[in-house]
């Protein structure tokens, strides 16, 4: 991927789950549903089925009103500022005249809790399970009226079936493999289908250890948890830690 310099991959499910990480949670309907290539093809027939078409200006436009919208990301996050541009240029050129909103990362922090954006780049809570990412987009009780400090689900997306499926998953005794899958794969096809949120790519995580000592720590092959070194999920990884 240009914008992160091919360290962070693209977004394959509109499920916005985490791949591969998440697989065994991944209903069969959603898997590799997004392309990383632009499709202008599939674009038009789209948005002509709804009623649109390309106006003097080269955008799509419905009752004399274009498809046009801001992306704020602070211009010193410079992998996600980049993400920003070639996200702007891809939709240009397809016809729907998205632009680039740089500014200071201490407006974008504020604007992202007072809900004063058109559309934004945010990072996900990441996790183990489904519920921590999900709980953190879609978390009405989290969030708050459009002017006052919302601590996530910045866009204000305010569902009862989701409501009603995080608290399925935050309660559900993990032994109920059923349940826990049935309330997931919910919430996956509330987001492809509603989209109050838009998965763009995998985020990566740094960290290294050293198994001279200790071994079980998190690795690709056993992701049990989020292994960067400031994540609260720490005390679990220590939890699995072995003296050699």
Same mark, same amino acid.
């Given at each position: 991927?240009?914008?992160?310099?091919?360290?962070?991959? /693209?977004?394959?499910?509109?499920?916005?789950?985490?791949?591969? !990480?998440?697989?065994?949670?991944?209903?069969?309907?959603?898997? !590799?549903?997004?392309?990383? #290539?632009?499709?202008?093809?599939? @674009?038009?027939?789209i948005?002509?089925a709804?009623?649109?078409?390309?106006?003097?200006?080269?955008?799509?436009?419905?009752?004399? $009103?274009?498809?046009?919208?801001?992306i704020?990301?602070?211009?010193?996050?410079?992998? &996600? %500022?980049?993400?920003?541009?070639?996200?702007? !240029?891809e939709?240009?050129?397809?016809?729907?005249?998205?632009? @680039?909103?740089?500014?200071?990362?201490?407006?974008? %922090?504020?604007?992202?809790? +007072?809900?004063n954006f058109? +559309?934004?780049? #945010?990072? *996900?809570?990441?996790?183990?399970?489904? &519920? @921590?990412? %999900?709980?953190?987009w879609?978390?009405?009780?989290?969030?708050?009226?459009? *002017?006052?400090?919302?601590?996530?689900? %910045?866009?204000?997306?305010?569902?009862?079936?989701?409501?009603?499926?995080?608290?399925?998953?935050? $309660?559900t005794?993990?032994?109920?493999?059923?349940?826990?899958?049935?309330?997931?794969?919910?919430?996956? !096809?509330?987001?492809?289908?509603?989209?109050? @949120?838009?998965?763009?790519? &995998?985020?990566?995580?740094?960290?290294? &250890?050293?198994?001279?000592?200790? $071994?079980?720590?998190?690795t690709?092959?056993? /992701?049990y948890?989020?292994?960067? =070194?400031?994540?609260?999920?720490? =005390?679990?990884?220590?939890? #699995?830690?072995?003296?050699?």
């Amino acid at each position: 991927m240009k914008g992160e310099t091919g360290y962070e991959l /693209p977004a394959t499910s509109s499920s916005a789950l985490i791949l591969p !990480n998440q697989a065994a949670y991944l209903t069969p309907s959603l898997k !590799n549903d997004l392309s990383a #290539h632009s499709d202008p093809a599939k @674009v038009a027939s789209i948005l002509t089925a709804d009623g649109y078409a390309k106006d003097a200006n080269g955008f799509y436009a419905k009752n004399g $009103t274009e498809i046009k919208f801001s992306i704020e990301d602070p211009t010193a996050y410079s992998d &996600y %500022y980049a993400d920003c541009q070639l996200i702007s !240029n891809e939709l240009q050129a397809e016809g729907i005249d998205a632009t @680039v909103d740089g500014v200071q990362a201490s407006q974008w %922090y504020s604007d992202s809790a +007072s809900g004063n954006f058109q +559309s934004i780049i #945010h990072w *996900g809570n990441g996790g183990s399970s489904p &519920y @921590v990412q %999900y709980q953190n987009w879609l978390d009405y009780t989290q969030s708050a009226p459009i *002017g006052s400090s919302a601590n996530s689900d %910045y866009g204000r997306y305010d569902s009862p079936a989701a409501q009603a499926d995080l608290t399925k998953l935050a $309660t559900t005794n993990p032994a109920n493999k059923a349940a826990l899958m049935a309330a997931t794969v919910a919430l996956e !096809n509330l987001v492809s289908t509603q989209v109050p @949120v838009a998965p763009l790519l &995998y985020g990566a995580d740094w960290d290294e &250890y050293s198994t001279a000592h200790f $071994t079980g720590f998190v690795t690709p092959q056993n /992701p049990y948890a989020d292994p960067s =070194p400031g994540d609260p999920q720490l =005390p679990l990884i220590l939890k #699995h830690l072995k003296k050699v």
